[in-house]
Every structure is written in C-alpha cells, then in structure tokens.
C-alpha cells in the first residue's frame, strides 16, 4: 500500500459507511483489517443524492465515525441487481458476519427500514422488496491512512 502524496491533484469523494456511529465503525475496521470486500447501496439513495453509481477504477476516502480518513478505497467490481438476486460470496464478503444470504438480508432490512434510512431517503415509510434495486460493489483497501 502507498500513501497519498500531499499534491494529489483532485480530493477523493468520501466513502461513508452506514451512518456515524457503532455500526460505522465495526464496517470501517472490516475494510481496514481486509473481511470487508464489498458493499451494497440503494440505487434509489444515488438517485435522490445526484450521485452517479461507481465505477471500476473509482477510488474513495474511507472515513470513521468523526469523519476522519483512514483508508482508500478502489472500485473493483459494480453489478445492479435485484434484491431478490443477491448471491452469497456478496453477502459473506461484506464482512458482518453472514452466513446466509437470508441472515444478511435481515440485517440490511432492518438498516434500510431504519428511522436514519427513511429520514434520509425523505420517506418515513420507505421499504424494500425483491424487486428493490441495488448496487452491488467490490472494493479493495489501497491505502490505510491511519497513523501507524
């Protein structure tokens, strides 16, 4: 891994994890110690951000809980699939823990439905089903930017 000169020429977006706090900060440290490989978004949450979906090549800042960076991250992989269509190597891979697709599927259920989700997306009654549509992404830790 290598550092980011001081001169990069342009920022890198932030990659933010779940919102601030402990569920943040137990992905952050799975994308720091390698269990964590990839991730899942609601296309709906880029859609309404303005955002566009990453790309492979992408890199992003990894920040923690008080929005301080501590990775980077590369893209390495994006598919936009159904939610019904998420297969297990995605879902073991986000390292939570997960040993099956439905144990998975709950957990984000619960984060997706989640009052800091619905607030977010400007829905309180925002729910997903198995056609909701998600970006399914794969990323490896470039650089780790904490002190060492």
Not at 31 to 36: I, M
Not at 55 to 82: K, L, N, Y
Not at 122 to 131: C, E, K, M, S
């Amino acid at each position: 891994m290598t550092k980011i000169p001081p001169d990069a020429p342009e920022p890198l977006p932030k990659a933010e994890f779940a919102f601030p706090g402990p569920l943040r900060d137990q992905l952050v440290a799975a994308v720091l110690d390698g269990s964590k490989t990839s991730t899942t978004g609601l296309v709906v949450d880029y859609e309404l951000a303005g955002d566009p979906l990453p790309a492979v090549g992408d890199r992003s800042v990894v920040v923690d809980s008080d929005d301080r960076p501590v990775g980077v991250i590369e893209v390495t992989g994006v598919r936009v699939v159904p939610l019904a269509d998420v297969d297990l190597a995605h879902a073991v891979d986000e390292g939570e823990g997960c040993t099956t697709v439905a144990q998975w599927r709950a957990g984000h259920e619960r984060f997706w439905h989640g009052d800091e989700m619905r607030a977010a997306l400007g829905d309180p009654g925002f729910t997903v089903n198995d056609a909701t549509a998600l970006v399914l992404w794969r990323f490896r830790l470039v650089t780790d930017l904490r002190e060492k």
